[in-house]
């Protein structure tokens, strides 16, 4: 197999505050090789996108801070670049797309202006050869009239329109990889099928790598080629499309599938956090036995089916048929209904 | 249940005016909702699905009194509320509780919530703080919080602890209805089914009739009786939830539901893409407002076009139209205008490509006013000719000239 574009290990970021110290990713890891799109999914607060924006430190810092783990992008531990060259590869090489589209455009400048300085900053372009490769990029990502929309301002854009944009932005610089965070969570639903089968189109013409973000299985089942779930920092399960959607290994995974007998033991409590012993998702989880509340978070192992799961059942010395029988029976009644 | 419809909506309307110059003369309107009529059956659940924009909200708040409507009436347990004061609009408010999206915004953070959800009893009149309390506590308890939630603030409270609690609130007065405005959008999927699972219990026990404004297509199939769906400020197509669902008689029902993508990656590359962007409630298209975006736009009898040509071709001609409108260049980048809206060449009616290619050659010449009469003079439709008239296609009712004589 070849080596992958990028491979996170033993990610570690926390943020510190004067009370408290949170470890929003918890030792994670995970590889994204050239042209494939690995989703990470994960629900409100697993630490998803701190994971992304941990790569090309995105986050501030303090209060985040990362604490552990390597990053290596073609060859290079990005955790060890100073600062000025990171910047290059932010943008360069690495490009970010995220829910809110404004986060990547400046509401004072014309869409082209922006285009063209997103090239100049990288040196792909410049001048007249510059603004003509910014309608083509709008054209290339939908945009109708690119000629004209060139010279308006991101605030004349509809919602959809303007996450385009950004995605043209980000594509700018010809970048090898690109992180998007929630692109279509914002959007209506048939905005959304626009912007999936563009980034389909994208991914498939430019042979881009992507790392998405979304809590939504629909769109993962749409774009994605391998998935990581995500809760409270760790990673639950991960493998290829295929396999979690025919069969989620990890009853958190399953959850999300949308188990009826989970949701009863849900802990929806604001000041009732995740433990920090044992498997993240022990109290939630209804196969939870003694074992899941010792040690740490258990490693992923192979399920058998795929996929790896960080679950106590797929070790030897446990059944793991407890989980997967339970996974089975819940197939045939969501058929039946 | 009884035979009346607890709440009865006809022609409701709620325009916006667009004022110019200091004396704010009138120069347009934004028709946010325009001639929406349905019925909320006694004990059911309507969902009014729609995406962001096409006033479903604005419905939701005008048709509760939130907002004066400009048009249509409301009727609630037989009496006309559309303009009701007075007790007439006390007993209203009292009778219909209101849940909405964000809680952040309709809890007051320095307010414990417990005195929170009781305040509906003191704008109402209650003066007994112990009665209030002890009622208050009884619906902490039935929405799965506790008495000892009474003094704490909202902060201290996750996504979906504060709907429980928005729950709570409208259900204070004990009303017959409860309008839900996107009451599940902003929380995780697993609490979602939570929330949801304790609404159809309170649905249940208060006997509640229940509105409920979404634009998630999962949710409403899971917890909807039947369905009205929006766009643009009209209602397309209303009927049962599995009907509407299983076989959509609006196309843009239909492609509501076709771009959600499966829940299955076996199915990728399936979605309905639409062509175009949403109209501008402002100057919202003539005849069916769906129609400069319907994949199913009926094309003139004089032309033998595939649907796909036909859309394809309207596409082109309506950006050549707002090219001339514009005085631009309708064509863009270094891609053809054919090329650009996807027209084949040639197309596979002579006769229309004849026309066609007159016109671009027109634009070619710099005279794209012709170009773009020429186009409207020859592809017409009568999706834009004539607004459709509501017409019962297996007992719902749909707005759509497929479904009268003048489409097939």
Not at chain 1, 179 to 196: G, H, I, K, S
Not at chain 2, 248 to 256: I, Q, S
Request: charged content about 30%; hydrophobic content about 35%; proline content about 7%.
């Amino acid at each position: 197999m070849t080596e992958p574009l990028l491979s996170v290990s033993n990610l570690r970021t926390q943020f510190r505050t004067d009370r408290e110290t949170v470890r929003a990713v918890d030792g994670v890891d995970f590889d994204v090789f050239r042209g494939e799109t690995l989703a990470i999914v994960g629900e409100s607060g697993s630490g998803k996108t701190v994971a992304c924006e941990s790569i090309t430190r995105l986050l501030e810092e303090p209060p985040a801070e990362l604490v552990d783990g390597e990053v290596v992008f073609d060859g290079v531990d990005l955790t060890t670049l100073p600062e000025a060259t990171l910047r290059e590869i932010r943008g360069n090489r690495i490009a970010h797309v995220f829910q809110n589209p404004q986060r990547s455009l400046s509401p004072v400048y014309t869409v082209g202006e922006q285009l063209v300085e997103a090239m100049a900053i990288h040196d792909v372009a410049s001048g007249t050869a510059a603004r003509e490769r910014a309608v083509g990029l709008l054209d290339r990502v939908g945009i109708p009239r690119p000629s004209v929309r060139v010279d308006e301002y991101p605030h004349q854009f509809s919602g959809g329109m303007r996450q385009r944009v950004a995605i043209a932005i980000a594509l700018a610089a010809e970048p090898d990889l690109l992180v998007a965070d929630e692109p279509t969570t914002a959007l209506d639903v048939t905005v959304q099928a626009q912007l999936l089968d563009l980034l389909t189109d994208l991914q498939e013409t430019l042979e881009l790598a992507v790392i998405l973000v979304t809590h939504d299985f629909r769109v993962v089942a749409e774009l994605a080629d391998r998935v990581v779930v995500m809760y409270d920092g760790k990673v639950m399960e991960r493998g290829s499309v295929g396999d979690v959607f025919d069969g989620p290994a990890h009853p958190y995974t399953q959850a999300l599938f949308g188990g009826e007998d989970v949701a009863d033991r849900r802990v929806d409590d604001a000041d009732d956090t995740a433990p920090t012993v044992g498997c993240r998702f022990h109290r939630e989880c209804p196969h939870a036995i003694p074992d899941c509340r010792r040690g740490d978070q258990p490693p992923l192992r192979p399920t058998g089916t795929g996929q790896r799961a960080a679950c106590v059942y797929y070790d030897e010395s446990h059944d793991s048929s407890v989980v997967r029988a339970r996974r089975l029976e819940r197939e045939v009644t969501s058929d039946e209904r | 249940m009884s035979g009346e419809p607890i709440l009865s909506v006809r022609d409701l309307e709620r325009h916006y005016p667009i004022t110019r110059g200091l004396f704010r003369r009138e120069v347009g309107r934004v028709r946010a909702v325009d001639g929406v009529s349905f019925d909320l059956e006694r004990g059911e659940t309507l969902a009014l699905v729609g995406e962001s924009g096409c006033g479903k909200s604005t419905a939701a708040r005008t048709l509760v009194g939130l907002e004066d409507p400009t048009g249509g009436t409301v009727r609630f347990d037989g009496a006309d509320v559309t303009t009701a004061d007075g007790r007439v609009a006390t007993d209203f408010r009292r009778r219909v509780g209101m849940v909405f999206q964000d809680p952040d915004s309709s809890f007051n953070p320095r307010m414990p919530v417990g005195e929170a959800v009781g305040e509906p009893l003191r704008i109402h009149g209650m003066r007994d703080e112990q009665r209030e309390r002890a009622i208050v506590t009884e619906l902490l308890e039935l929405v799965g919080l506790s008495a000892s939630h009474y003094d704490r603030y909202p902060h201290e409270f996750s996504g979906g602890q504060k709907q429980r609690l928005a729950l709570a609130r409208a259900l204070v007065l004990d009303p017959e209805v409860v309008v839900a405005d996107e009451p599940v959008s902003a929380l995780d999927r697993r609490v979602q089914d939570d929330v949801l699972d304790l609404m159809a219990d309170l649905q249940e026990r208060f006997d509640l009739s229940i509105l409920f404004i979404s634009h998630d297509v999962d949710v409403v199939r899971s917890f909807c009786d039947r369905v009205a769906v929006m766009y643009l400020g009209e209602l397309v197509e209303r009927g049962p939830v599995e009907t509407v669902f299983e076989e959509p008689a609006h196309p843009y029902t239909r492609a509501l539901l076709g771009s959600v993508p499966a829940l299955d990656p076996g199915d990728r590359g399936e979605l309905v893409t639409l062509t175009g962007e949403v109209g501008d409630p402002a100057d919202p298209p003539t005849g069916c407002r769906f129609h400069p975006r319907c994949p199913a736009v009926i094309p003139p009898p004089e032309y033998d076009l595939p649907r796909e040509e036909w859309r394809a071709l309207l596409d082109l001609r309506f950006a050549v139209a707002d090219a001339a409108d514009a005085d631009e260049d309708p064509r863009t980048g270094d891609r053809s205008l054919r090329e650009a809206h996807g027209v084949p060449a040639p197309l596979s009616d002579p006769d229309a490509e004849a026309v066609l290619e007159r016109a671009l050659t027109d634009v070619e010449d710099g005279a794209t006013e012709r170009g773009a009469r020429r186009l409207a003079e020859a592809f017409t439709t009568v999706c834009e000719a004539e607004v459709p008239p509501e017409i019962d296609v297996d007992d719902r009712p749909v707005t759509c000239h497929r479904h009268d004589d003048r489409g097939d």
